[in-house]
């Protein structure tokens, strides 16, 4: 199985930054597709961004021209670059892949 692990969380204000990082490891070959959720308090986790192994990304429209997930070329480490946050991105990221995930690494925005 897939171990997940993520971390870059933190405190920020609002129009602030804040890169999150995800190492998968338990494989040897490429993951086809990886992604960053967010979940917050009594709702459902969301997705945010998702890349494939040839580094093509999908985004949240809530998200789009402000998050950037990338990925180097055929690695199983990905990265998801945050500006201009707001307080509405507050909430416990998750890396999901193949039925996986990791614990998760929490990202506050204050006003």
């Known amino acids: 199985q897939v171990q997940l692990v993520e971390s870059g969380g933190g405190s920020v204000q609002t129009g602030g930054s804040l890169t999150l990082t995800c190492v998968a490891s338990?494989?040897?070959?490429?993951?086809?597709?990886m992604g960053w959720y967010r979940q917050k308090i009594d709702l459902e986790r969301e997705r945010i961004a998702t890349?494939?192994?040839?580094?093509?990304?999908t985004y949240a429209d809530s998200v789009k021209g402000r998050f950037t997930i990338s990925r180097e070329n055929g690695e199983n480490t990905i990265r998801l670059q945050m500006n201009r946050l707001k307080p509405e991105d507050t909430g416990l990221y998750f890396c999901?892949?193949?039925?996986?995930w990791g614990q998760g690494t929490q990202v506050t925005v204050s006003s």
């Open positions: 890349i494939t192994s040839r580094g093509a990304p």
């Open positions: 999901g892949t193949m039925g996986s």
């Open positions: 338990g494989i040897s070959r490429s993951i086809a597709l």
